[in-house]
């Protein structure tokens, strides 16, 4: 079986697409045989983050009912060996998605020798974002420094504690991790951004990385190339640390730190 | 310069109270939303226990379960009424 891991928020707009497109890059890139399934149906994005969006013939309510299989649904992504995209029906209705459906496309995948499975949710609580979560192993829970978004990280937390499988079969509990992004450390340091800290003392669950505010992640967007795969940016960097500790390793966070700019930054700008 | 630091002197430091509003509506909704269904059923039924004895009303026994890491507090508060007992 492989191991499925959701990105999801609560809130939209913080992250989530980003995170799912540079974390399944990252593990593939470390050698992962790795799947990232859109769940967003009828808003797909995945797709345009990943760059393969011409590309779509099939996506995953086709497979659900059966009208291809995910030989045929499945997307080879033109950066990595490893890596597929399956990406969500932009016509049908958010009901199309079963929870028979989605468990049948996850074991077929499992039997395929994908090693991780990443859930990009749609934002609210909704079917969607239920069904994104619901066979989840792991969560990745990405939240903004902003009260809106913590607030509805929280909600998304007492949902994956009470309506995933692992909830309701009384297994072990799905593994939580908390992603902070959009993290501006000199507006925390002026105090007029809460700090990772605050965010994880508040919602009490693991920090696996903090991802720096950046003018990249529209950059690689524009482009339709995941972040990760960004050269010289601190949110490659900080995406590759999140896969690094992913898989247990040691990592020290970076790009938390408020440093001042020099004189010669100052006069000249520069980013 | 004068001017940034004009800026930054007058700057509201709003980091700490949006840390304070979430701590308490975070702390409030996880009491609501993930209590287990049989709340409810026992906050009435110690009223009722409790009523035979004692003259208490159903807005004085809060039962309330909180979760610390890996161990769930269930704190049942029964305010007794103020006339002396004896």
Avoid: W
């Avoid at chain 1, 693991?206 to 505010?213: K, Q, S």
Wanted: proline share 4%; charged share 25%.
């Amino acid at each position: 079986m492989a191991r499925v891991i959701v990105v999801t928020s609560g809130k939209g707009g913080v992250g989530k697409t980003t995170t799912s497109a540079s974390i399944s890059t990252g593990l593939a890139l470390r050698g992962y045989k790795t799947a990232v399934i859109d769940f967003d149906v009828g808003l797909r994005n995945l797709d345009l983050i990943m760059g393969c969006e011409r590309r779509v013939v099939y996506d995953l309510i086709n497979v659900v009912n059966g009208e291809a299989n995910l030989h045929q649904a499945l997307i080879k992504d033109k950066h990595c060996e490893n890596l597929f995209i399956l990406p969500a029906s932009q016509t049908r209705d958010k009901d199309a998605l079963t929870e028979e459906g989605v468990e049948k496309v996850l074991k077929e995948l499992g039997h395929m020798g994908f090693d991780y499975v990443i859930c990009d949710s749609p934002a609210g609580i909704e079917r969607g974002a239920v069904m994104a979560l619901t066979f989840a192993d792991e969560a990745i829970v990405v939240s903004n420094p902003e009260v809106s978004s913590v607030r509805d990280s929280d909600r998304i937390l007492g949902i994956l504690q009470s309506k995933s499988r692992r909830a309701m079969e009384g297994r072990e509990p799905v593994k939580e991790h908390l992603l902070v992004t959009r993290y501006s450390p000199k507006r925390v340091e002026d105090g007029e951004m809460l700090s990772y800290k605050d965010v994880q003392e508040l919602l009490r669950v693991p920090l696996i990385g903090v991802i720096p505010e950046s003018d990249d992640v529209l950059q690689a967007s524009n482009q339709g190339t995941p972040a990760i795969h960004l050269k010289d940016s601190d949110v490659a960097t900080a995406y590759q640390d999140v896969v690094a500790r992913f898989l247990d390793e040691d990592r020290p966070l970076r790009f938390v730190a408020y440093e001042k700019p020099g004189l010669l930054k100052r006069l000249f700008g520069g980013k | 310069m004068s001017l940034l630091s004009y800026f930054f002197g007058t700057k509201q430091k709003t980091a700490s109270v949006a840390k304070e509003r979430l701590s308490l509506i975070i702390a409030h909704e996880r009491g609501t939303n993930r209590a287990p269904d049989f709340l409810p059923e026992l906050q009435r039924e110690l009223i009722a226990v409790i009523s035979k004895y004692v003259n208490v009303g159903p807005d004085d026994i809060k039962v309330q379960l909180e979760k610390q890491d890996n161990c769930e507090i269930l704190e049942v508060n029964i305010t007794l009424p103020e006339q002396p007992q004896r």
